[in-house]
């Protein structure tokens, strides 16, 4: 993946470029393609981005983003379904425990919508799906670490037929800057 932030002065405003390999296994017998830990596609990804301040500290800040993924080449007869994925949200930024640990609360909402798969080996009628998330979460700066945190909770969500759905998501995320 690629960004670039070079629109304006303060680098808030970015788009995002990118391609996904055909990684991960997509040949297990007995599994449905859309279940298959790969895709065996090769997909083209493009997004967008843009934060600002909310006050004028710049204590509160906000954020949108958006990605676009689809796919440009399959294989085995099965085509996923392209996704768009967007987030809007808030932090506070202005915690400091000490001069090198920081804590920034963040909320967020997301909205996912995915096609359904298609061509011979796909199961359209079972695949696809809409919701919107809201995702309370934790960011934690150590040093040169970076700790994130949050609790995805489904607020709206339709599946196209019969579909298994988690009804939460948990992630975490942790990065060491060099």
Do not use: C
């Not at 470029?17 to 055909?22: E, T």
């Not at 798969?117 to 309370?136: I, K």
């Amino acid at each position: 993946m690629g960004v670039y932030s070079g629109f304006s002065p303060d680098m808030s405003t970015g788009v995002i470029f990118g391609v996904k390999l055909p990684t991960g296994d997509h040949t297990a017998r007995g599994f449905d393609p859309d279940v298959q830990i790969g895709s065996g596609s090769t997909d083209v990804l493009l997004g967008a981005y843009h934060t600002g301040a909310l006050d004028l500290t710049g204590d509160f800040q906000w954020f949108a983003q958006a990605m676009w993924q689809h796919e440009v080449a399959t294989q085995n007869r099965y085509r996923p379904g392209s996704e768009l994925n967007a987030a809007a949200g808030m932090t506070y930024t202005n915690w400091h425990i000490t001069p090198t640990v920081s804590v920034a609360p963040v909320v967020q909402v997301e909205l996912s919508n995915r096609g359904r798969d298609g061509g011979a080996a796909a199961d359209p009628a079972n695949t696809g799906y809409t919701r919107v998330l809201v995702s309370p979460g934790v960011a934690l700066s150590v040093d040169t670490w970076k700790l994130y945190a949050d609790v995805e909770i489904p607020i709206s969500q339709h599946v196209n037929g019969n579909q298994l759905i988690a009804p939460v998501a948990v992630k975490l995320i942790a990065s060491y800057n060099f």
